[in-house]
């Protein structure tokens, strides 16, 4: 079965304990970060990671959409992050920011865009925990779920097997009950989903969907 990350991008900003205390069942809770620079557009910072982790049990997987993330993971992972993602697009000092993170005491998680090959990853595969496919250009929630993902997965989950490693599969941006048994066929472990969750009345339910599709 499917992991379930809410993304509380789409949840309410002024209640978000609010909204979060309304979805049971959720496997990690997705924390989108941008800086208005590596993507045109603003959220969370390290202050709200910090009061979520003291407020809730939720694993908190931290996406950084930042310039130059190895100067704040460390700061990320003490905040409370269980997992941290930096996008190979944003930094020269990648696998600096994967050793930052895991030395830390957290999983590392590399992301790539859609427009990215996954040949940027060959390197750092043995080294990461998780790998995150971007099945939208990252900065907003509620955008179309681009298909072309789905080959891209299944790519990643070949190489995974024929190199013998064990990192999970994370995709974000337009999942919903329509592609969720597709991507999961694929290869995806977890999958985070925001307008689908919280743009609906019952947040639990729409969680338990998107497992019961997968079983
Ligand atoms: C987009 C974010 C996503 C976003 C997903 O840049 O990384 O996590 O919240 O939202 P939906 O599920 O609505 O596409
Ligand atoms: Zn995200």
């Known amino acids: 079965m499917i992991k379930v990350a809410p993304s509380i991008l789409s949840a309410d900003p002024a209640n ?12 990690y809770l997705h924390v989108d970060v941008m800086d208005g620079s590596f993507v045109p557009n603003l959220s969370f910072g390290l202050n709200t990671v910090q009061g979520l982790s003291k407020d809730t049990d939720i694993k908190l997987d931290v996406h950084l959409m930042i310039q130059n993330p190895e100067n704040y993971v460390e700061q990320f992972v003490k905040a409370g992050a269980s997992i941290v993602g930096v996008h190979v697009e944003s930094t020269q000092h990648i696998a600096r920011a994967i050793q930052i993170i895991k030395n830390a005491g957290a999983r590392a998680e590399v992301v790539v865009n859609p427009g990215t090959p996954l040949t940027e990853l060959e390197e750092l595969l043995p080294e990461i925990d998780q790998v995150l496919i971007m099945s939208v250009n990252p900065g907003f929630g509620g955008q179309k779920f681009l298909e072309s993902s789905i080959s891209k997965v299944k790519r990643l989950s070949a190489l995974r097997q024929a190199r013998g490693l064990e990192f999970d599969i994370e995709i974000d941006g337009g999942i919903s009950d329509k592609n969720i048994k597709a991507v999961y066929d694929a290869g995806v472990d977890v ?3 925001g307008s689908y969750v919280f743009g609906a009345e019952d947040y639990t339910k729409q969680v338990q969907l998107l497992k019961e599709l997968t079983k």
């Open 16 to 27: 978000l304990m609010g909204d979060i205390n309304k979805v049971e069942g959720a496997d």
């Open 191 to 193: 999958a985070v989903a």
